[in-house]
């Protein structure tokens, strides 16, 4: 894969930019792993953030990480699975991190957010919550995803995310 000046621009100016980058040689555009947008998107959060947000971000990094592990083949078709399996007997730990790209969290990240999966307390939960929004938002800044997979990201999320309607404040 060969840089362009607008790469080596970025890496100056240390923005953590994870967009696609076009092989000149192949002309083909190739786009980061999941385990590489992840790192993207953590790292630097985790490093600015104070001991107990710190502690919460890490513990959403290994459960989404998990997650994507355990959910994510059951959801893919037979010959992606047949692809997990072959890498799993060389080396088992994130296989999915590290075999796809951006469209594959982008389409399971509203499930992440299920009664079943989400912590009992506020903190973890709502931690939780910015970060799936902000993956998305991340994904779709970076152009990694198209606007209609955004879109269709946003509206699994409000689904999944049903608050009940405000009825205002009642008066005696």
């Known amino acids: ?22 092989d000149t040689v192949r002309m083909t555009v190739s786009t980061p792993s999941i385990h ?4 993207t998107y953590f790292e630097p959060k985790i490093r600015r953030a104070k001991a107990e947000r710190r502690e919460r971000l890490m513990h959403v ?22 692809l997990i399996a072959a890498e799993r007997q060389f080396s088992p730990y994130d296989v999915v991190a590290r075999l796809f790209d951006a ?4 389409a399971n990240l509203p499930r992440f957010l ?5 912590p009992a307390d506020a903190l973890p939960r709502r931690t939780q919550f910015e970060v799936v929004r902000g993956l998305g938002r991340m994904l779709a ?9 955004y879109r269709a990201f946003e509206a699994a999320v409000s689904r999944v995310v049903q608050r009940p309607p405000y009825r205002g404040r009642r008066w005696r």
Do not use: I
């Not at 469209?103 to 982008?106: E, Q, Y």
């Not at 299920?114 to 989400?118: G, K, M, S, V």
């Not at 800044?141 to 997979?149: A, G, K, P, Y």
């Open 36 to 39: 590489v947008l992840l790192h």
């Open 61 to 82: 990094d290994k459960r989404l990480r998990r997650y994507l592990e355990s959910e994510v083949p059951g959801r893919l078709c037979s010959e992606c699975n047949t």
């Open 141 to 149: 800044d970076d152009e990694l995803v198209d606007e209609d997979d």
């Open 1 to 22: 894969m060969v840089l362009t000046v607008a790469d080596s621009r970025r890496c100056r100016q240390c923005t953590p930019d994870v967009g696609g980058r076009v």
């Open 114 to 118: 299920t009664p079943d999966l989400l």
């Open 103 to 106: 469209r594959v969290p982008l």
